[in-house]
């Protein structure tokens, strides 16, 4: 297990609070549950046999076909789902909100040779379809996370919605009267041998909630986290009021569960809960019959009879056309659609005014006309139409066409990014990098427009001619000067949505071992766009060899800035290392390239899947996002 000290590195303290609640982040359970929530809570949640007793009571109270589908929500590390794999299950599925406790779910799923799905998703929004759960469970003190108790209704309204007719619900919750009357307002504890944990607790304003703060201590290294954390404290009387309320039947309250701690000292909120068990509602066909999966599907592409400056020539090219026409071939070999294409943009706004179709794929990232700077035009025109449409909004993409504010959110998230220099259109040349290597590139765009070989500056000079050239080339553009990252590069690409899941495809490493030596390893315009140039030629891609946590960092880093900067349906994240192997991310691509020969798809072939089929993974993370918010 990832060790405290490697999750984190030492943090400042606030120090004395006499109000818990005020410092409390409304959302604090998207960052909470990594490694140092494991080794905090490790005496009771990694704890063997806590689990066999918790599904022991499971199997006792209620009938548990072993093969009916089973939801474990809110399986964190998939302690419950893996126990009922090894006793025979077969059909489980485990959803959780931590990316990085879903990744060791997988993980531990693999190393047993159990197999369940595990995937991310929101509690009260998650993609599994109607009626298609026999049996889903709460367990570990799950239920009772949010700032507003509407969200618990919406969880409980969404596990509703998938349980079949008559389906079982099974909470495990604190038993609120109890811990209102006994919780420890002050605790501390050894968690092993070099760090050890204080708490403290108070209720809030309302009494309606428990909040919690801990500040976890190494030995020598000082402050590890200071930490936050609440959940609303449920009556038997108030949770089987709410139960019934949402149309929930047959509420029973169990055996009082107390867990088992190797510590042996404060339990927290598993210290007593209550064990409730429900029936769901008896369904008409009519009332939960399944959205309609949408078959008409009209592809938005480029204009190749307009000019663009971004390729070859500024023009189409007989490589862009051919590029289509295996677009065109993979998708015709997906069942069940049938696709159109709009590719003539002089009259796209009047034809998609009058479009037939329920759904668009929009690759038409060229931007309207074939101008990247209309890139965020396509969309919008198609939300003005009301036409649904695959990847990101109109917003996304002009978030993410602005590297500076990409970084910048990164920085917040603290997502490690290279040292830079912002340089605007009016800023006048009198501070030189004082970085070297350094790499100069556009503020704003993409597809590798104003990145050549000669984008590498070694010398104030070289930096100050370079600048010089992009401002002719880009006028009232702005520049990025950044330090240049010499280490290996990946790619890391995500299909799916937060709140249903994010599937993260094998990384890519960019493989410059061919390139001549004398030339910048980096992928420029050249490397995009010229077929004849030795970037083009002498580049080549392979599946990456990282190591577990580099690997789990990209990864999360990746599905962070994924929510935060509004991706949607799939988007791909480039990092590369500096001279000292650290990680820094270099761009965010919220609608990437989509040709056979793209890294997406070399990502894609890596797990085995066709171009067809990634194509297809990408229209039905579409249709299951907009399904869900029918």
Request: charged content about 25%; glycine content about 6%; overall charge negative.
């Amino acid at each position: 297990m990832q060790s405290i000290q490697d999750a984190n590195a030492t943090q400042r303290t606030l120090g004395p609070l006499s109000d818990l609640e005020r410092h409390l982040p409304d959302e604090w359970w998207r960052t909470l549950f990594n490694a140092v929530y494991l080794s905090t809570d490790g005496d009771v949640v990694e704890n063997e046999a806590n689990t066999k007793m918790e599904i022991n009571l499971l199997a006792s109270v209620i009938d548990l076909n072993k093969n009916g589908r089973i939801l474990d929500l809110c399986c964190g590390q998939g302690r419950h789902s893996i126990e009922l794999a090894r006793r025979g299950y077969n059909y489980l599925t485990g959803i959780d909100r931590s990316g990085y406790l879903i990744r060791l779910a997988r993980k531990r799923a693999k190393a047993a040779f159990l197999k369940i799905n595990f995937k991310e998703g929101d509690a009260r929004r998650f993609s599994l379809a109607n009626s298609s759960q026999d049996c889903v469970i709460m367990m570990g003190n799950s239920f009772g996370y949010f700032d507003r108790q509407e969200d618990d209704v919406a969880v409980l309204t969404a596990i509703k919605r998938v349980l079949k007719s008559g389906g079982q619900l099974v909470l495990d919750l604190t038993d609120g009267d109890w811990m209102k009357e006994n919780f420890e307002p002050r605790s501390w504890e050894w968690i092993d041998k070099n760090q050890f944990v204080c708490r403290e607790r108070s209720l809030s304003k309302n009494r309606d909630r428990l909040i919690s703060r801990e500040v976890v201590v190494h030995a020598e290294r000082g402050v590890i986290a200071d930490q936050f954390y609440a959940e609303r404290l449920y009556s038997k009387e108030l949770i089987c009021q709410l139960l019934e309320e949402v149309g929930f039947h047959n509420v029973a309250i169990h055996n009082d569960l107390v867990a088992i701690s190797t510590r042996d000292e404060d339990l927290g909120m598993m210290a007593r809960r209550n064990f409730v068990s429900a029936l769901a509602p008896i369904k008409s066909k009519e009332k939960y019959n399944e959205l309609k999966l949408q078959r008409n599907v009209t592809v938005l592409l480029g204009d190749p009879d307009l000019p663009d400056s971004v390729k070859l020539d500024g023009k189409f090219n007989q490589e862009d056309l051919e590029t289509i026409e295996k677009l065109k071939s993979a998708l015709a070999e997906i069942p069940g659609y049938k696709f159109q294409y709009i590719n003539h943009h002089a009259d796209m706004q009047q034809v998609l005014g009058k479009l037939k179709s329920d759904f668009v794929p929009n690759l038409c990232d060229e931007g309207f006309q074939n101008k990247p700077t209309m890139e965020m035009h396509v969309p919008a025109l198609l939300e003005m139409q009301g036409v649904t449409y695959s990847g990101a909004s109109p917003q996304s993409l002009a978030i993410c066409y602005n590297k500076a504010i990409v970084r910048s959110i990164a920085t917040s998230c603290d997502i490690p990014v290279p040292l830079e220099t912002y340089f605007g259109p009016d800023d006048q040349m009198v501070t030189i990098p004082s970085v070297l290597p350094a790499l100069i590139k556009p503020c704003e765009g993409d597809s590798s427009i104003g990145i050549t070989s000669k984008a590498v500056v070694n010398s104030a000079e070289e930096a100050i001619e370079y600048i010089s050239s992009l401002r002719e080339q880009m006028p009232r553009t702005s520049i990025l000067v950044q330090e240049f990252l010499t280490g290996r590069e990946y790619s890391i690409g995500l299909i799916g949505n937060s709140a249903s899941g994010l599937t993260p495809l094998p990384i890519l490493e960019v493989d410059y071992d061919n390139l001549d030596g004398k030339l910048p390893r980096i992928l420029g315009y050249e490397s995009k766009w010229d077929p004849l140039s030795p970037y083009w030629n002498d580049i080549k891609y392979k599946k990456a060899n990282l190591e577990d946590e580099s690997q789990r960092s990209l990864i999360n880093w990746s599905a962070i800035l994924f929510e935060r900067l509004g991706c949607r349906d799939y988007a791909r994240f480039d990092f590369r290392e500096d001279a000292d192997g650290n990680l820094k991310l270099l761009e965010v691509n919220p609608n990437p390239g989509w040709c056979w020969d793209g890294k997406l798809n070399l990502m894609a072939s890596f797990a085995g899947f066709s171009y067809s089929e990634l194509l297809k993974k990408i229209i039905e993370a579409t249709e299951a996002r907009l399904n869900h918010y029918q």
